[in-house]
Structures are given as C-alpha cells and as structure tokens.
C-alpha cells in the first residue's frame, strides 16, 4: 500500500503541511491555536449554532466542477480536509485589504450589535453567493437557517443579505400580484394615514457591489493533485488514534474487514458529537471520502438509488430536481424525504452529513429514516465477502442483528424507489423550533389504494422520537388492511397506533402526553391530506372534507420577511457634522465582520500559558465524602488541581449580604457547583484529567428544586419585599368578582454567545496582575481577584475590551471563575486562561430564575381592576383573558403614582398605545382574525396587544455613578475611555457620538480603545439598560470641561484645527486631559414604608403581535409585530431599533420557545443549542413594524434619550397573549368556556395540550406518582 502521513490543505489561498496531524484535532482549535485565525469562533462545539462555519471547496476531477459548501469547523476532523481549499472570514477580506461586499454590508445594515456571531453569518451568506450570487429570500433564510445570533433578532441581517437579491426591499411574495408593502399581509392597510415609514438605516447606493471575479480562486496545485489521481492511501496516526483514508471501494473494504469496529467517518455530525458530548473513543477511523462509488446516483426502472456518500444537501437538489421532472404520483416519497430535508439541521450540517450516515446513526428522532422506513427502500451492502441487500425497515432500524449491517460490510448505496398510482406518502414533524431543531415527534406515513376502491391494500406508519429508534406500528397496519378510508378507520387506526406505539410516563425526553397526542394527530393529518387528493382523483367516490377542516393541512411558515422602521427626524438646527440622532453604525462593525474584533479568548497565548478547567458536582444537595486526585494528577501535562483546601480562607468573597464559597468544601447544593479546578497545559489535557477526578459523594435530604419545594420547607433568600398601595382588603369587600390563580414563569439561559472566558497574567513584577475577562463589572473582578490573592486593588488591572454578549450573564459567575483562575495564576507564576464550554457555561453559570406569581384580583363587571393581592416567588437558585378595554382602563393616567407612590408622567404610554393601536390597524385585523377563527377549525389566529412600563434605575445614586477620561493628544486626536462595557449594545459608538458632539470634531477623530479598571476605576456594573446614559454624562463632562480650558484658544483662532489648539495648549501649559463624572440619578426607596422614588424614567411601549397557531400540533407562527417605542431622544436610532427588536426576540424566545429541563435530581438536561432553542431566523415574524414616537424631552438624560437595553425583552409577551387569544379561540369553538390558565414558555407541548379536542381525550394517561418523569417543573 502506497501510504501519505502527511497533510495537505489550504487555508485563506495558503498552503498548509501538517507533519504530525493527530487525528483527534478538529479545523475549529486547529484555526484559532494553530493557525492563529480567530475570526471564527467557538459557540457551541456541536454543529448547533454556526458561529464557526467556514466555506469547503473541494474539485472533483470526474464532474470537473468546485463544489462549494458552508461547515461548522467545529465538527470537521482535520484528517478530513486532505486536498480541500478553506476558507474563512479572514479569507475573504479585511480592513487591511479591501473588505468584501458581504462584510462591509452587514456592519452597515446594522447587521452585528456583540459581533460574535457575525463571522459565522458572514460566511454562510458568503457561500451563498459563490454558488449563487443573486440568490432568492428563500435561499438567503435557508442559508442562513443555521446561524444563531442573540442580539439582533435578525431583521437587520436578512435587510443586508437581501441587498443581494435581483428584488430586494420587499416580501417578494406576488402570489396575488400583490406584495407586502404594497397590502399588509391581511389585506389592510398598513398605517392609518400620515404615518410614513422612515427612509432605510443605510445608504444602498453606496456599496461595493459584488463582483465575483474577484474572489480567491481555487488552489490549482489542488486541481493537478485531484486531477493525477495517482492516489495514495492516507494514513494519519497519533498514540491514540489512527485515521485511514482509502483510495479505492476494494480497500475501503479491506480496512473494514481488518477493523470492524471502526465507524466509517463521512460527515462527522452523528460520530463527532458523540466523541465530544459522550465520551466515546474510537481508536480507527475509516474515512471514505474518496471513494467515487459511494456517490452514485442512478436512475433505475423503479426508483432512484443514492449514493451513502452524497451529503444531505446534495441529496436535497437531487430530489428537488427529480420532483419537478416526474409526475407527481411518482414522487411522493421524494416530496417527503424533500419536506423534511427542508427544515433538518442547519445549512452547514446539511452539506456535511452524509445520507448513509443518517441512516446508519439511527437516530431516535432521524427525521428520514420513519420516511425511507415505509417506502420500500433497501440498502445496498458490500464487504470482501460480497454484495448484499437489506430492506430498511424496522428490524434494521432497531440494529436486529439478522437484519443489520455486519461489523465488516459497508453502506454503498440506497434504493428508494417511485411511487404507483393510487399511492400517498406523507411526512410530518414538530420540533420545538420549526428549523434546525430535532425534533419531538415525527412520521413518515405511506397508503396504498386499489385501483380506484379506496380499500386499503397497503398501509405503512412509522414515528420517530418515541423510543430508541424510529418505530412502525406494523400490527396496526396491518390490521387495518382491506378497509376503507373514512372517519371510522381513522378512529380504529387512532387507538390501535396508540396501542402499539406506547411511551412509558418516564420516557427520555419527557412530554410524553403530548408526543402521544402528536401520534394521533399526525394520523389525522395523514387522513385528511390522503382524504384531500382522493376526493380531487376521484370527486364521485370521496366525499369533499369540511372547509374548516382544510385549515389542518396548510403550512403556517412562512420565509418572506417584510419589515418597516419609522424613527425621529434630525431637526433642521441641527449642526451637520454633529452625528447625535444619526443611524451611525456600530464602531467595530466592519470589524465584527472581517474577525478582526478580539474577543478574549482570541488574545494569543502567553509564553508559557497553562489552561484551567473546573470539575463541577453531579449531585443537587450531597455531602462530599472524599476527593481522589491521584491518577488525574498523573495525567500528561497536568501542573497542578486545587480544591477548596487549596484555597483555603480565600475560597470566598461575600458581594451581596452572605459570603459565597467558590470551590465546594463538605457539602454541594447545586449541580454544576464548582468542586476542584484542574490546571494543565493545554485545553485538551485539562479536560481529559478532569474526568479522572474521582468524588464520592452522600446524597442529603432534603432536595429543593422547585418554588413548590422551597414553599414548603420555607427556604427562601432574604430579605422578603412588600409593597402595598391602599387598603386591599376593604377594596376587594366592594368589587364584584373575584379572580384568583396562579402563573408560572420558565427561567431563561442568557445564551451569549461567547461563553465565559478569561485570561489572567502575573506580570512577574510588584505581584501585579492583569486579568483580561468577558464581564459587564470589571471592579468586582478587580476587588475579587484582590481579596483572592490578598494584594491591593491596585496591583490587579482588569480589561474588557468588548463582550460577546452577556445580558446580565457576566458578573458575578464570572468573578469566581476568576478568582480561582487568578489564584492558579497566582500560584504557578504563569498565564492561566480558562474558557468555558458551552455546556459548563449552562450548568455552572444558571440563568434569568423562573417565577411563581399567585395572584388574587378583585375587579367591577365594567372591568375596572379595584384590588390586586400579588405574591411573587422568584427561585434563584442555590445562591442568592384581559380584554384590551381592560388593558386600556386600567392603564396609567398621565399623571399617576407607582406601587411605591412614585410619581409618574404616563402620557407617552398612552402615546405608544394609540399609535401601536393605529399603525397595527388593531380593530381592522382583530375583526379578520375572529372571521378567520370561525372559518377554521384546526388553524387559530390570535391578536393580543400590551402597553409597557419599564422603569430605568439602579436603586440608589451610588450604583449610578460613572467616570470617564478624556485625552486630546497634540496631533488633535482624541482618546476617550469610560466605565461601560461594549457587549452588543453600542455603548462605545454612543460615546464617540457625544464626543463629536461635545468636541465639534468627526468621530473618526475620536478613539476608544477598551475598558480598564486602570483608566476608570470603581466602575459599577454595565447593566440595567443604563450604560450608555451614565457614562454618557461622565463623557460629556469631561469634554465640556476640556472645552472650558480651550475655548479661549479656540475663540482666538476660530479657523485654527484641533491639531493647532492642542498644540496652542500645551504650549500655554493648559491639561489636555479631563476625568468626567456623573454622580448616578436621584433614587431613594423605604422598603419599611414601602415608598420611594427608585427609578429615574421609565421607557414606554407597546406591542401587537398576531400568531396563527397549529391546534393539532402545537406550532405557532409569529405573523406579524408592530412595536411603538418613547426612547425620549435617540442618540442613534439604528442602535436604538436594534436593541428593541433584539430584546423582543429575545423575549419572545422566553415567552415561548426557551424551555430549561432539569432531572428530578437536578441535573440540567438542556445543556447546550442542539437541546435549548433560543429564536433561529425562522422564528422572525414574517412582518416586522417599529416605529419610535417623536422626540420628547427628559431634562436629566444624556441629550433627553432613554436606555432600551433591557425593556423590550417585556414586549415578547405580546406573542405570548396572542398564542393565548388563539387557544382561547380554539378552546371556546369546542366547548370549553372556563378561564384558561397557560404558563410560560408557550412550548408547541402546551398549545397543543391547551387546544383540547378528541385526540387529546384518546391519548392514555398516568396517574401522577406513579412514575419518575424524565424532568421536573421548576
Ligand atoms: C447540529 C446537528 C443538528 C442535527 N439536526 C438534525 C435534524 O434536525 N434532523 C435529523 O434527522 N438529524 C439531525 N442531525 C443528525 C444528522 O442528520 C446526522 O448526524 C447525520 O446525518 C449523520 O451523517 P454523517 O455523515 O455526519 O455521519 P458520521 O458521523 O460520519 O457517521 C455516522 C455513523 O454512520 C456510519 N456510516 C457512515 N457512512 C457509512 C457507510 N457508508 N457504511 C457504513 N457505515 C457508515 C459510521 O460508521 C457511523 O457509525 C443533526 C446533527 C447535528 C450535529
Ligand atoms: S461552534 Fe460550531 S456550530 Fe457552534
Ligand atoms: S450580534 Fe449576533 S450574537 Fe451578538
């Protein structure tokens, strides 16, 4: 065998050699450690949310064409890249060059507030347009479909991608002739009259255009070497891996043959994960990738057969293309598998994963394998021993051993064969987010007629997520042989399929009633398409469905996007150089884009740097009974593991009222806790040794996980808040009715999506320290990492210079992970970074908490709300039908009081009422969806409005305090630094912003490199939506006392530059430097008296949002937002509508989709993307309108703005209330009139739980108690 150890590929148009490769190495560390490209970034490490996707271009000499394909780096070995050309975000332009049209688009669309994730964006948009560069809105949000970003909420990304369109600007939806902005999408008007929409946030005309001619060529030394073919086997090995890439199908199945057990390697997304999340180690790994046979695709008299090597992606356009070709009665098994192709994974996974991966992984919940199941498909096998053909049915899917691939036979290829006349096939699906998301329950379900009889002849039904594999109610179907297909075989088929296929009260993954319900509503489903077409084949014989029943069948996702934005006009005085008020886009924008913006973990390592990872407790509430170290210690590479004996009297800093312990020390209460910190040399060699950490632990009672639980061993966090207005109990004597009950409230995961991340330096001299961290309060990492190594603050400098999002995720988790980070610093005098990966990051770090509100309110029967008795239980964890008349008149009057007697100016609420009121055309379309509710029996809409109060304060005029400094250096420039964090929410642009104005110079004279306790010290805490207002006012004092000091040198020479003033200045011995402060807002609160004046403003809004609901499988559309927004005065209204429509995705993710799951042990199930479902693109409402009210004064803010970081997360509760209106319709057309009490999330589990009907009457049900469910409430 003629063997090549050594690899070659290319990165960015440059030759790469790997000598040594180990086999274990994946491209994502390979390019940000070894290559030092950084620009893509590590979100997930699990193919699930795109923040590392590169392009792949590979050249086939048989086809000659480039195939170009988007890959989450995360998940490539490689050992599997031999002859392929990368490229990355650096590849494709850059501030140093020329940046390219998708980069330099996006920044200016507004399209990156943190940036994380815009490199992966940028890259999958980028792919796009190499193979399609005037792509359709369809092919831009599937591109797109397996990006998550936290921030922005999308809108803005899809406007820059769309300038790529032939039509841009609108839906491109003229089914009817008529598109979105020409009619809103019910066919009203848009807004009432006079309410123009604002011209775009960026000037299209402007940019540089695509030019595709300029884009790296493919590497031609790669052509000649797929072209010669001379191709030697490749063999790539390290002392505990080896990877064997064959040339030929005759050797390929030579390596099978001498190691069975080794797995075939093709897309890596089933084996990869399974490595990286379960520890399973291959020790051979066969990688076929060359092997042409295995990428066959043949037309054959009956049906198609695939190759096992296509790629999803590839078989997705096989069957698109076949589709349009044949009759229709051919393709049903193809419009199937394409129906599904559609909406599983991602782009980037799709175009990695390969056919006979998927089938071959079985995955329990594989969205083909229920389909290919009933279609008669077979399987093409072949080993040294010969050709051999196995039907994929559910003896295969099960792995029996007589029906199963043997350990030396690999997959060739896949017989699917044509569909016959008189034959349906059918393909159904709900995950908790309609796109790249597994799913919950799916089917794939097959009848076959007789010639025009209508009696049943064949009948396949297979499901998947309901056991350990897809199951098909083989006996059922068999049973219902020679029927006829009416409402009576639905109902035998529906019980006997519950019967046959039945899930246990404790099964994994939990919802078990509503995956019962979904079993039988998929059947109904399959009844009424399968009813639809026979009744069109044959009008005589079948009977026509209900109209209203039609509604079962109609898809509710829509991928045409429309949006509007209406925002304050610059006055005519306004001086033109002054950028206040302007959409000025993100300072590091084009830097997000290109991967030049650095993120901690991309800073390169410290000569010498040691990495540090953390064992965490598996148990919920456990003594520790002893801590073995021993043979983690004898790891390679491993320097040193500290436990809290370490640690010893610093192993706790107290920020709040009680200390809080960093390493556990007998006892553990939380799982997740940190237990011992492992230091090591690399990232790898710390994690293997953390998994040889041997605890014992002895579990204690009790073990408190809900609100419930905590109620009644009365475990609560001091100090309880009360708050009381009036005398409640003599108003609830006079009302006329009482309503009393409880909501419940989910937690959610903050998702940033750079995780916690740090580095921390010893200097070597005077025991200083720097520490670079991802965190909103540098001071508490200051005074932690201070107390921790007992020196003075001013010994430890912390840095931020900017985050990749944080939401309030980043303080004080973050300040013990670097506390003991910087203990190991301390102790070793070296380097220590720690990154966490995404699933520590959601164990260790917790959440927003979830709440129980019990509430008793006594109203009149005109709807007036008299009395309002409230408890509110929050559970923090270990540590510390309203009809809108109701809404209306119970709202603030203009002038008003809080609870707490706080005085209130409400006339901006009512403002944004009225016209969210208008521009919704609210009236108009709750009268179209009450019509379209009576027309449609499975399909509800709902439309539910809410006005927003959101109060802007910290509690006390400490906690609002803010610095800034101020340098002019001679030549003019500026340097301005403050105490706010840039995570996402444009703090710094603001503040070049208020410099330019203050100063009357361009921005692009002002530079701000970072925050540093060693610039401003004693910083509070980025947060509460106030950074920008703060800081702001610090910035402006600083430069008005600048201007003070120069005005004379300025008025003497008016035409002079700032270049000569500096200049004049210092040569008249005037300090060009300036500290400015803001003492913080007026705030007191008397929680004894229960009044004050806590917050300094409150941001109004309001929000309408229509959804179209599926009441037989709990899915919902967002049809359509419209948000009206007081920001006072906007400093910049691009930043100003992204933070409001990304906190409204946000807060719609937590109202309905984001749902944690936690073991009735404690242990959080949902640890990562592929398990919790922040909003994707598809979860955008397919019509967006944010309009903000004209400017109105507030005399103590910066220039009269107001802060937004956080208010409109509020506003995702109008979808929340319109998902409600929905259920209520459907609930009220069957019959059940009472009150209708939902918690959030609105999962797709409780909609469909909620819209009772006969299927949820049929499904079994168990007696709670009597089994251990899967998760726990908490
Ligand atoms: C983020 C993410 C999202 C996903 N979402 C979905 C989803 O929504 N719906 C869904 O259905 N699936 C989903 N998947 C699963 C995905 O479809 C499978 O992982 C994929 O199809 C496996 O293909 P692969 O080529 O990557 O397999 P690999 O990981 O390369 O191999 C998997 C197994 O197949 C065997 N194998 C591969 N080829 C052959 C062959 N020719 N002969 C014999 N054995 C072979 C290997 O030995 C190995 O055991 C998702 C996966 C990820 C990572
Ligand atoms: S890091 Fe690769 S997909 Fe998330
Ligand atoms: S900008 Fe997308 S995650 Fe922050």
């Not at 430069?1039 to 008025?1051: A, D, G, N, V």
Request: hydrophobic share 35%; proline share 5%.
């Amino acid at each position: 065998m003629d063997r090549a150890s050594e690899l070659l590929f290319y990165v960015n148009g440059r030759k790469v050699i790997e000598k040594n490769v180990d086999p274990e190495t994946m491209l994502l560390p390979y390019l940000r450690k070894k290559l030092r490209l950084t620009g893509t970034k590590y979100g997930c490490g699990g193919g699930g949310c795109g923040a590392c996707t590169v392009m792949i271009s590979r050249y086939n000499p048989i086809t000659k064409r480039i195939r170009h394909h988007p890959a989450n780096a995360c998940l490539i070995p490689i050992c599997s890249l031999y002859g392929a050309a990368i490229t990355t975000v650096e590849g494709i332009g850059s501030t140093h060059t020329r940046i390219h049209p998708v980069q330099e688009r996006i920044a200016k669309c507004h399209g990156t507030q943190c940036g994380f994730c815009t490199p992966g964006m940028v890259m999958s948009i980028y792919t796009l347009l190499r193979n399609h560069p005037e792509p359709t809105l369809d092919q831009l949000t599937d591109a797109l479909g397996g990006n998550l970003c936290r921030c922005t909420g999308y809108r803005p990304i899809i406007d820059a991608c769309k300038t790529f369109c032939k039509t841009s600007g609108c839906c491109q939806s003229k089914e009817n002739g008529v598109c979105c902005l020409d009619q809103g999408i019910n066919g009203l008007p848009e807004f009432e009259e006079g309410s123009k929409t604002s011209p775009k946030l960026f000037a299209e005309e402007e940019f540089l255009p695509l030019d595709p001619t300029q884009e790296l060529i493919f590497p031609p030394e790669l052509m000649i070497m797929a072209e010669k073919q001379s191709q030697r086997t490749r063999v790539f090995g390290s002392e505990r891996m080896m990877w064997f890439s064959p040339v030929t199908l005759k050797e390929l199945l030579e390596f099978k043959f001498k190691y069975p057990q080794a797995p075939v390697v093709m897309g890596n997304t089933s084996v990869g994960p399974e490595v990286k999340f379960k520890g399973v180690f291959h020790p051979v790994i066969i990688s076929p990738d060359r092997i042409e046979e295995l990428s066959v695709v043949n037309h054959t008299y009956n049906g198609l057969t695939l190759g096992a090597g296509l790629s999803l992606a590839q078989v997705k356009d096989i069957l698109a293309d076949v589709v349009q070709k044949l009759p229709e009665e051919k393709t049903q098994m193809y419009r199937a598998l394409l129906k599904h192709l559609g909406t599983l994974a991602g782009s980037q996974i799709r175009n990695m994963a390969s056919l006979g991966g998927h089938i071959i992984s079985r995955h329990p919940d594989s969205d083909l394998n229920p389909i290919l199941a009933v279609g008669n498909c077979t399987l093409n096998l072949l080993s040294k021993e010969g050709k051999r053909q196995i039907p994929l049915n559910e003896q295969f899917l099960s792995k029996c051993p007589n029906a199963d691939l043997k350990p030396q036979e690999i997959l060739v290829s896949v017989n699917i064969p044509y569909s016959r006349k008189w034959e349906f096939v059918s393909a159904f699906r709900q995950a908790q987010r309609q796109e790249n998301a597994l799913a919950i329950v799916n089917s794939g379900m097959r009848v076959f007629f007789g010639e025009g009889v209508g009696i049943i002849r064949e009948l396949c039904i297979s499901y998947g997520g309901v056991g350990s594999t897809a199951i098909c109610a083989k006996n059922s179907c068999q049973e219902l042989i020679g029927r006829r297909w009416n409402e009576e075989m639905l109902d035998i088929a529906c019980r006997l399929v519950l019967d046959e296929v039945s899930l246990l009260g404790s099964a994994p993954g939990g919802k078990v009633e509503f995956k019962r319900t979904l079993i039988i509503s998929f059947l109904f489903k399959f009844y009424l398409e399968v009813s639809q077409i026979l009744k069109k084949m044959d009008p005589v014989h079948y009977p026509s469905l209900a109209d209203k029943y039609e509604s079962a069948l109609e898809d509710l996702h829509s991928k045409h996007h429309c949006s509007t934005l209406k925002y304050q006009n610059i006055g005519p005085k306004q001086h033109p150089q002054d950028p206040i008020g302007h959409p000025i886009m993100h300072l590091s924008g084009v830097k997000h884009a290109t991967g030049e913006a650095i993120y901690c973990d991309d800073m390169p390592p410290v000569d010498q740097e040691l990495f540090l990872t953390f064992v965490t407790s598996s148990r919920a509430h456990a003594k520790i009974v002893s801590i073995d170290l021993s043979e983690a210690l004898s790891m390679p590479g491993v320097v040193d593991i500290m436990t809290a004996e370490h640690l010893s009297d610093v192993n706790s800093f107290c920020f709040f009222t009680e200390a809080e312990k960093f390493l556990a020390t007998d006892k553990v209460f939380c799982v997740g806790q940190l237990v011992c910190a492992v230091l090591a040399d690399s990232e790898v060699q710390a994690k293997r040794a953390a998994k040889r950490v041997k605890i014992v632990y002895q579990d204690l009672e009790p073990l408190i996980l809900t609100i419930e639980e905590s109620i009644q061993h009365n475990s609560f966090f001091e100090p309880e808040r009360k708050l009381e207005y009036g005398n409640v109990d003599e108003a609830f004597k006079v009302v006329d009715q009482i309503l009393e009950g409880e909501i419940h409230m989910g937690g959610q995961e903050h998702f940033y999506m750079e995780t916690q991340s740090m580095l921390v330096v010893p200097k070597g001299e005077d025991q200083e320290m720097d520490v670079y961290v991802s965190t909103q309060f540098p001071k508490y990492i200051q005074d932690i990492v201070a107390s921790t190594l007992k020196l003075p603050a001013n010994k430890v400098m912390c840095h931020v210079r900017r985050v990749g999002g944080a939401f309030g995720g980043k303080v004080l988790k973050t300040g013990i992970i670097a506390a003991v980070t910087a203990f190991a610093a301390n102790k070793h005098g070296r380097a220590v970074r720690c990154a966490l990966e995404r699933g520590e990051d959601m164990l260790i770090t917790g959440g927003r908490h979830p709440y129980l509100g019990k509430y008793k309110a006594g109203f009149m029967n005109d709807g007036r709300i008299l009395a309002l008795d409230m408890e509110h239980y929050s559970n923090a964890g270990a540590s510390l039908d309203e009809s809108l008349f109701v809404r209306m008149i119970n709202m603030y009057k203009e002038i008003d009081q809080t609870p707490y007697k706080q005085e209130i100016n409400a006339k901006n609420l009512t403002q944004c009422w009225r016209e969210c009121m208008a521009m919704s055309s609210y009236s108009l379309r709750k009268v179209v969806v009450e019509k379209f509710n009576a027309e449609n029996y499975w399909k509800k809409k709902g439309l539910a409005m809410v006005p927003l109060k959101y109060p802007v304060g910290l509690g006390s005029r400490a906690a609002g305090q803010a610095a800034a400094l101020v340098h002019i250096y001679l030549d003019g420039s500026v340097l301005v630094t403050h105490g706010g964090i840039e995570m996402g929410q444009g703090v710094h642009t603001k503040m070049i912003q208020v410099v330019s104005r203050e100063l009357r110079m361009p921005m692009s004279n002002v530079h701000l490199r970072g925050t540093s306790t060693e610039t401003v010290p004693n910083a509070n805490i980025s947060g509460g939506s106030v950074v920008a207002d703060l800081n702001g006012l610090a910035v402006k004092d600083a430069c008005q006392t600048l201007l003070k000091r120069l005005e004379p040198i300025i008025s003497k020479n008016p035409k002079g530059t700032w270049k000569d003033w500096a200049q004049t200045a210092f040569d008249e011995s005037i300090s060009l430097s300036a500290v400015g402060y803001f003492r913080g807002y007026e705030s007191d609160m008397n929680w004894e008296k229960g009044e004050g004046h806590p917050f300094e403003y409150f941001v109004y809004g309001a929000a309408c949002s229509e959804v179209e609901i599926d009441c037989l499988t709990g899915d919902h559309k967002n049809i359509r937002t419209d948000i009206v927004m007081d920001v006072g005065c906007s400093i910049n209204p691009a930043i100003d509508i992204g933070q409001i429509e990304g906190a409204f995705i946000q807060g719609m993710g937590l109202y309905t989709i984001e749902e944690l799951n936690y073991s009735p042990q404690g242990i959080l199930h949902t640890r990562g993307p592929d398990q919790y479902k922040i909003p994707a693109i598809c979860d955008m409402p397919t019509e967006l309108h944010i309009a903000l009210l004209p400017p109105s004064q507030n005399s103590n803010t910066l220039y009269s703005s107001k802060g937004l970081g956080e208010s409109g997360v509020f506003l995702g509760c109008s979808v929340f209330f319109a998902i409600h209106d929905a259920v209520s319709a459907a609930r009220q057309e069957r019959g059940l009139h009472g009150p209708l009490s939902l918690n959030s999330p609105l999962t797709p589990e409780k909609i469909r739980m909620a819209c009772e009907d006969k299927f949820t009457k049929m499904i079994p049900r168990d007696e709670p108690g009597s089994y251990v469910p899967w998760n726990v409430p908490i």
